[in-house]
T-cell receptor
Framework: AQKVTQAQTEISVVEKEDVTLDCVYE???????LFWYKQPPSGELVFLIR??????QNEISGRYSWNFQKSTSSFNFTITASQVVDSAVYFC????????????FGAGTTVTVRA | GAGVSQSPSNKVTEKGKDVELRCDPI?????LYWYRQSLGQGLEFLIY????????KSGLPSDRFSAERTGGSVSTLTIQRTQQEDSAVYLC??????????????FGSGTRLTVV
């Protein structure tokens, strides 16, 4: 069974600090997909990034970057130079290729960015 | 519409009553998903519709839960004989089928259901 663990429950930072969110996953499949979603106070889940299991290249997209390491089953996410608008709950999620429409979410990490 | 629309946004119901939750996906999106977000269980997959294919109902927690999608568009999630543990936010999402595995879902703002 697939499982996603986000050990950090809450993170509070001051604006312009960097924030790194940890995510550890478990799956028996060799092909899978990893995601980060953001849930602002308005409630809708907003898709941020996706990574395939066969692509470990780490990238930067604006203020977002991620570190995917299969050896440690981790998919960490960093917000650089945080802003107040980044305050939200962030979810890591996993889907397996055979049922790629079925996301398994972590418990979420609440990020509060203070001005 | 521009986004996924869910109604009602809030629903308070008495234990034992039936409720219907509605989801209007983005026009042209053939795939539709229901998820539930509760304090105890986090975010859970409930059901997936793709076009005219048989839905994947494997996430529905009990036979009190059912869902349908009429005309490949609007979807209704029905909970019969509601229980207090059904209290949660029910989230609907839609996507083009080719985005199914790419995470490019658009979620609605959800229906907050409270069973008293």
């Amino acid at each position: 069974a697939q499982k996603v663990t986000q050990a950090q429950t809450e993170i509070s930072v001051v604006e312009k600090e960097d924030v790194t969110l940890d995510c550890v996953y478990e799956t028996r499949d060799t092909t899978y997909y990893l995601f980060w979603y953001k849930q602002p106070p308005s409630g809708e889940l907003v898709f941020l990034i996706r990574r395939n299991s066969f692509d470990e290249q780490n990238e930067i997209s604006g203020r977002y970057s991620w570190n995917f390491q299969k050896s440690t089953s981790s998919f960490n996410f960093t917000i650089t130079a945080s802003q107040v608008v980044d305050s939200a709950v962030y979810f890591c999620a996993l889907s397996e290729a055979r049922n790629d429409y079925k996301l398994s979410f972590g418990a979420g990490t609440t990020v509060t960015v203070r001005a | 519409g521009a986004g996924v629309s869910q109604s009602p946004s809030n629903k308070v119901t008495e234990k034992g009553k039936d409720v219907e939750l509605r989801c209007d996906p983005i026009s042209g999106h053939t795939a539709l998903y229901w998820y539930r977000q509760s304090l105890g269980q986090g975010l859970e997959f409930l059901i997936y519709f793709q076009g005219n294919s048989a839905p994947d109902k494997s996430g529905l927690p009990s036979d009190r839960f059912s869902a349908e999608r009429t005309g490949g568009s609007v979807s209704t999630l029905t909970i019969q004989r509601t229980q207090q543990e059904d209290s949660a936010v029910y989230l609907c999402a839609s996507s083009f089928n080719r985005n199914r595995g790419r995470g490019g879902y658009t979620f609605g703002s959800g229906t907050r259901l409270t069973v008293v």
